[in-house]
């Protein structure tokens, strides 16, 4: 079930979340330990870290078109011998409590996924929802 955040959804429409403007970042997310709630998650620190296997960095190429959210392909680095079975994507603060819960996404990108230490790359659907249409 690819996904946006109930919040999330609000907050692009009333304008306080900016996606060409804001710093963005994905979580690789065991499911075993989490289940989204997109109606009332709001903030990384509602994924359990014992869920969060890996964040990349920040996401770079962002664009919004036609209501589909895109961005550049992006690798995480070392991702741990723990299964992901979802990519959410959040904005990124600098704060688990503050860092606002964007989309969860566990179809069409190649999950699950156990990273042996290595790296994972995440390579953006073409479609034309692209990462995720609004």
Known sequence: MNLLYAKAKEQ?????L?????????VLVGTNAYS????????????????QVAISGTLTGKTATSGALDADDILIPAVPAQPAHAIVIFQDTGTLITSRL?????????????????????????????????
């Not at 692009?12 to 306080?16: I, Q």
């Not at 900016?18 to 994905?26: D, H, I």
């Open 102 to 134: 964007v989309a969860f996404l566990d179809r069409g990108i190649g999950l699950p996924v156990t990273g042996q230490g290595g790296n994972v790359q995440i390579t953006w659907s073409d479609s034309a929802s692209r990462i995720v249409a609004i």
């Open 36 to 51: 989204p709630a997109v109606n009332a998650d709001q903030y990384l620190s509602d994924i359990p870290l014992a869920a």
């Open 12 to 16: 692009f429409l009333n304008g306080s």
């Open 18 to 26: 900016s996606w060409a403007g804001s710093p963005f970042k994905c």
